[in-house]
T-cell receptor
Framework: EDQVTQSPEALRLQEGESSSLNCSYT??????LFWYRQDPGKGPEFLFT???AGEEKEKERLKATLTKKESFLHITAPKPEDSATYLC??????????????FGQGTILTVHP | DVKVTQSSRYLVKRTGEKVFLECVQD?????MFWYRQDPGLGLRLIYF???????EKGDIPEGYSVSREKKERFSLILESASTNQTSMYLC???????????FGPGTRLLVL
């Protein structure tokens, strides 16, 4: 069974204090790994898709990386507006998991001014 | 930009009522999905559709049905609402199965 574990569950940072969020996964053939940001009461907002180990994507203060077992979301010099829940999801190749995203529980990030 | 819209942001229904949640996407995507999101349980897939009038059960289809008569519209139906169906419902769409899923704003449903 596909599994996604995100850590930490919650992270508090001071503005400007860089850190990383972790997403560990177990999947029978990775077709893609996705990062989303979710604000309270809203739907997830797409951030990045990573398809193969070694791939990296960047957007403003965020950088996502992928290995064969985990992905990291690095946040450089965060601002209070980066406060949100960050979700990781994997898409497996083939079998009964075909086409189905498996989500982690999310990391709640709070950035204090 | 991809836009996924959902018919209601908040909905209050009584136990036993039939409830329709509607989702529309404007990017001509083939695939559409319905999830529910609950604290501590994360996002769970209810149903998905990979073509008009085609549907597949997700992880938790019990108590739900779906309809996709047109490519852009995917409806979730609660045949007889129960209190354990109180949740945040999220619709998503993607161009192809392996592509990114884009989510709507969500419908927060309360069943009394």
């Amino acid at each position: 069974e596909d599994q996604v574990t995100q850590s930490p569950e919650a992270l508090r940072l001071q503005e400007g204090e860089s850190s990383s969020l972790n997403c560990s996964y177990t999947v029978s053939g990775l077709r893609g790994l996705f990062w989303y940001r979710q604000d309270p009461g809203k739907g997830p907002e797409f951030l990045f898709t990573l398809y193969s180990a070694g791939e990296e994507k960047e957007k403003e203060r965020l950088k996502a990386t992928l290995t064969k077992k985990e992905s990291f979301l690095h946040i450089t010099a965060p601002k209070p507006e980066d406060s949100a829940t960050y979700l990781c999801a994997v898409l497996a190749a083939g079998g009964t998991s075909y086409g189905k995203l498996t989500f982690g529980q999310g990391t709640i990030l709070t950035v204090h001014p | 930009d991809v836009k996924v819209t959902q018919s209601s942001r908040y909905l209050v229904k009584r136990t036993g009522e039939k409830v329709f949640l509607e989702c529309v996407q404007d990017m001509d995507h083939e695939n559409m999905f319905w999830y529910r999101q609950d604290p501590g349980l994360g996002l769970r897939l209810i149903y998905f559709s990979y073509d008009v009038k085609m549907k597949e059960k997700g992880d938790i289809p019990e108590g739900y049905s779906v309809s996709r008569e047109k490519k852009e519209r995917f409806s979730l139906i609660l045949e007889s609402a129960s209190t354990n169906q109180t949740s945040m419902y999220l619709c998503a769409s993607s161009e192809a199965v392996q592509e990114t899923q884009y989510f709507g704003p969500g419908t927060r449903l309360l069943v009394l």
